[in-house]
């Protein structure tokens, strides 16, 4: 049994963080170790106390992370852009669902529905946005940021995705930005897979042999972990991507994941093992068993994996590209027009450049994260001509 947790002290601090640790303590006594992904859930995903159901900022500079919507509101811009485009591709259809799934503060959607209604005014009338959003304290801010397109039906909440498959016509745009990387994972040691269990109260680790399903996931999508390495099995994330898929198969449209992921290839060149973190306070730390309910944890995605649930419900694969080659595409037309239109100063003017830069350079975002790209009922000639595929290598 290896022991995690330094002292008490290390659980001490915030009251909710010491309530969700007790309650996860509970479990482990009732029904014995439990898989990583459950303890992970809990700390996201507690109705009460998990990281992303308490109302405390999380998001920008008052929070733990930036989003690349935080950044400058080109992100959003340059996506109206090219959710209008691929409508136009799509036949130009009288009404087109948007459905964004966890949409956080609503940043993206609300540059996207007021960028769409000044410079796309047909595809703004086309426009039904949909935000998958399951806590209950960011649907309320949700409600509060769109009030003026809530209102009127154009932006719809929905609290779960079921809600959001009701509501979604034959004609469909799927967009998450940072969504997957949120899925709790199972964690495969070396050793064995890990089991949470605890120790004078304080959380540990004990090893059990890897199951049927988490060995056929690494033979067909990851690598073997070797001594003192570990990799992640995210069943969630594949399973959201089957359901995605699910709903994309019966209509016409497309899919945009953004992320931070790898290939199977990558981890069998060496690359994005061991990809577990967890961020507070825009600081990236590995201790993942300290502050239960106050950070955030995550890992990379596995693209390899994704992709092949998507193809398996008949999805077209476009591109798995850099975010920098993405935007980059999406922006040549205009010469990045959507980011400098309100400038009128010259320094206005260099701070959007700078925040732009951070989007699309490879030392900021723009090799950081990557853009998968799928479509349905939709002729891949067609598809190809998107203005975000076109640096793809």
Sequence with gaps: MDTLAGSQSDYEGVRGESRLRDVII????????????????????????????????????????????????????????????????????????LV???PGRGLFALDVLEWCRKQFPDFS??????????????????RQRLRDYVGNRTAIIADSFQVAEDFAGEHVILFGNEFFDASPVEL??????VRVTEADSKFAEVFVPTSRDEVEFVERYSIRPEAGERVEIS?????????????????????????????????????????????????????????????????????????????????????????????LGIGETTQFADAFQDCKLPQ???????????????????????????????????AARLSGLRFQR
């Design 188 to 193: 495969i040691d070396y050793r064995g897979a």
């Design 348 to 382: 206005e003017h260099a701070k959007v450049a700078l925040q732009l830069k951070q989007l699309i350079s490879p030392e900021g975002m723009g090799d950081v994260f990557e853009v998968l790209l799928l479509a349905h009922g939709v002729q891949k000639t067609q």
């Design 125 to 142: 009338r086309a426009l039904r946005y949909v935000l998958v959003e399951q806590s209950g304290a960011l649907c309320e801010r949700l």
């Design 235 to 327: 069943f969630a994330a594949l399973e959201w991507m089957r359901r995605l898929s699910q709903m994309l198969s019966t209509r016409s449209g497309f899919a945009i994941f953004v992320d931070y992921g790898y290939t199977r290839e990558q981890q069998l060149a060496g690359r994005r093992r061991n990809t577990l973190m967890t961020y507070r306070h825009h600081r990236a730390s590995p201790s993942f068993y300290d502050a239960p309910g106050e950070q955030d944890i995550t890992a990379n995605v596995n693209w390899t994996a994704l992709e092949s649930a998507a193809a398996d419900c008949g999805l077209q694969r476009l591109a798995l590209v850099t975010q920098s080659q993405f935007l």
């Design 26 to 97: 509970s479990v482990i006594r009732q029904n014995g170790p439990i898989p990583f992904s459950r303890y992970m859930e809990l700390c996201l995903y507690h109705p009460e106390l998990g990281y992303y159901s308490r109302p405390v900022e999380r998001f920008g500079k008052a929070g733990d992370f930036y989003t690349s919507s935080d950044v400058h509101a080109v992100y959003g811009r340059l996506l109206s852009r090219q959710f209008e485009e691929m409508w136009r591709l799509l036949g130009s259809p009288q009404h087109i669902h």
């Design 100 to 102: 964004e799934l966890g």
